[in-house]
């Protein structure tokens, strides 16, 4: 199971921290990526990373902002969100897709692409 933590109650323009620690032997070689879901609308792509976490990309609304990051000897990714805003305000889900059989694949930016998620952590930030 994927646990994710780390989300709170901000001011604008502060920056929060999201952690999510994966089980399994193989962590290095899974997509890792992360989801929000604000309420009334649809869950969208975050950031997300490749196994080896060198190739790493990012939804328009986020670049510049946010960084994802990954440590493979601890199975765990991170968000790192920095300048937020309002909008950001969104439960945000972590989720990993383990199919691939190697340390670089490309960053999965799409939901069908995932196949495990975690329970959602919630993130608002007062204006």
């Known amino acids: 199971q994927l646990q994710a933590s780390g989300g709170g109650l901000v001011q604008a323009g502060g920056s929060l921290r999201l952690s999510c620690e994966a089980p399994?032997?193989?962590?290095?070689?899974?997509?890792m990526g992360w989801f929000r879901q604000a309420p009334g609308n649809e869950r969208m792509i975050v950031a997300a990373?490749?196994?080896?976490?060198?190739?790493?990309r990012y939804s328009e609304a986020v670049k510049g902002r946010f960084t994802i990051s990954r440590i493979n000897g601890q199975n765990t990714i991170y968000l790192q969100m920095n300048s937020l805003k309002p909008e950001d305000t969104a439960v945000y889900y972590c989720?990993?897709?383990?199919?691939?059989?190697?340390?670089?694949?490309?960053?999965?930016?799409?939901?069908?692409?995932?196949?495990?998620w975690g329970q959602g952590t919630l993130v608002t930030v007062s204006s």
């Open positions: 989720a990993l897709d383990d199919r691939v059989s190697t340390t670089n694949s490309d960053p999965a930016m799409h939901m069908y692409e995932y196949n495990t």
């Open positions: 399994g032997s193989t962590f290095r070689r899974y997509r």
């Open positions: 990373t490749s196994g080896r976490g060198t190739v790493r």
